[in-house]
């Protein structure tokens, strides 16, 4: 069965810092996404990384796989209140599936 | 294109009522799919689809049944609501081409069973 964990769950950052949210998954994957959702709101897609070592950047945040250690982490470099709102990962459940597991998420919050 | 839209976006139901969720694209994505998201929790996997005629249950399937005769529609219906089953329902599409994958979500449906 596959799990996905992500820590921490809650994180409280001032603004200018940098901080990582990371994504662990229990079992082979060939494909791992984050998002971002807003209270209320529906899901937003930041990224999908397909590969070792792939690395992705939007703005402030940068995602990263490492397919051999089970592991992604999302980068959050010099934060801003806007980048306040949940971000989950969630991983397919082998190759070429679409059958999606996702963390609980974590919850950040960016303040003055 | 209007991407990915769900009806209702509020449903209150009584327990044993039968309902249906209603989603649908535009964007002629062969994959679909149902989620429902609990408080703190991630979304989860009720079912979904590959293309027209074709379904297959997820991690939450129980309770829940879908079809999918056309590419654009992906209904959801309750058989006999249970407060259990009070929590928001996402649909999602997406499609992958050349190694790249676009997926959209939903705005949601609020159902709450009393």
């Known amino acids: 069965e596959l799990k996905v964990e992500q820590n921490p769950l809650f994180l409280s950052m001032q603004e200018g810092k940098n901080y990582t949210i990371y994504c662990n998954y229990s079992?082979?994957?060939?494909?791992l996404y984050w998002y971002r959702q807003d209270p209320g709101k529906s899901l937003e897609s930041l990224f999908v990384?397909?590969?070792?070592?792939a690395v992705k950047q939007e703005g402030r945040l940068m995602a990263s796989l490492d397919t051999k250690a089970r592991l992604s982490t999302l980068h959050i470099t010099a934060a801003v209140h806007d980048l306040s709102a949940t971000y989950f990962c969630?991983?397919?459940?082998?190759?070429?599936?679409?059958?999606?597991?996702f963390g609980k998420g974590t919850k950040l919050s960016v303040i003055p | 294109n209007a991407g990915v839209t769900q009806t209702p976006k509020f449903q209150v139901l009584k327990t044993g009522q039968s309902m249906t969720l209603q989603c649908a694209q535009d964007?002629?994505?062969?994959?679909m799919s149902w989620y429902r998201q609990d408080p703190g929790m991630g979304l989860r996997l009720i079912h979904y689809?590959?293309?027209?005629?074709?379904?297959d249950q997820g991690e939450v399937p129980n309770g829940y049944n879908v079809s999918r005769s056309t590419t654009e529609d992906f209904p959801l219906r309750l058989l006999s609501a249970a407060p259990s089953q009070t929590s928001v329902y996402f649909c999602?599409?997406?499609?992958?081409?050349?190694?790249?994958?676009?997926?959209?979500f939903g705005p949601g449906t609020r159902l709450l069973v009393l």
């Open positions: 969630a991983v397919n459940s082998g190759a070429g599936s679409y059958q999606l597991t």
């Open positions: 964007m002629n994505h062969e994959y």
């Open positions: 689809s590959v293309g027209a005629g074709i379904t």
């Open positions: 999602a599409s997406s499609y992958l081409a050349g190694g790249r994958e676009t997926q959209y």
């Open positions: 079992t082979t994957s060939d494909r």
């Open positions: 990384l397909l590969s070792n070592g």
